[in-house]
């Protein structure tokens, strides 16, 4: 990985991205000019803040999404975390970040960027930051049985329409609609 090759995918992410909204074209805008004056800003140690990447993980028939109960966050949410030395582009953290956190060999991704997401957070750096999530679609065969990393307090596929209490609900539907129109 070079922080130049994360830069110019998340650029070029963010660029030919179909935005569905006035909201979400202004932070495609927000995140380029953030990119523009940050060199190194795909790389955790970037404090100010830092592209991150996930991925909504469905079951080819589209009826299950595999959530994680995330220990620092408290809720149940998408796939994904912070771009890493191996990766060359934010589609190869997304990826990767989903394959580590389900235990699932063989996830197929959409690499055109499904939604974008930005947020303050005290994550590995100890200190707050902001994460500017870009977020990806991931396709996994249907039956296969994810394996909980030491990331997760917890990993559970559940039914698209019956998401659990505490769920990101309005983000987890939002991005299956996204979904549902590829």
Do not use: Y
């Not at 030491?150 to 991005?175: C, F, M, N």
């Amino acid at each position: 990985m070079t922080a130049q090759s994360l830069h110019a995918s998340a650029v070029a992410a963010l660029e030919n991205w179909d935005t569905d909204s006035g909201e979400a074209e202004s932070l495609r805008h927000t995140m380029l000019a953030f990119l523009d004056s940050a060199p190194l800003g795909c790389l955790r140690e970037h404090a100010p803040g830092h592209i991150t990447a996930s991925s909504l993980v469905l079951s080819e028939d589209r009826r299950q999404v595999l959530l994680t109960l995330h220990p620092r966050v408290g809720r149940w949410i998408q796939l994904g975390g912070h771009c890493e030395p191996g990766d060359e582009t934010v589609v190869d953290a997304a990826l990767r970040e989903a394959t580590e956190e389900s235990g699932i060999a063989g996830l197929r991704i959409d690499p055109l960027l499904l939604s974008a997401h930005t947020h303050p957070i005290t994550c590995s750096l100890g200190v707050p930051t902001r994460h500017l999530d870009l977020r990806f679609l991931v396709w996994a065969e249907v039956g296969t049985t994810p394996v909980r990393s030491d990331e997760s307090q917890d990993l559970r596929w559940w039914p698209v329409d019956d998401l659990p209490d505490g769920a990101e609900k309005e983000t987890i539907d939002h991005l299956v609609r996204l979904a549902n129109g590829r």
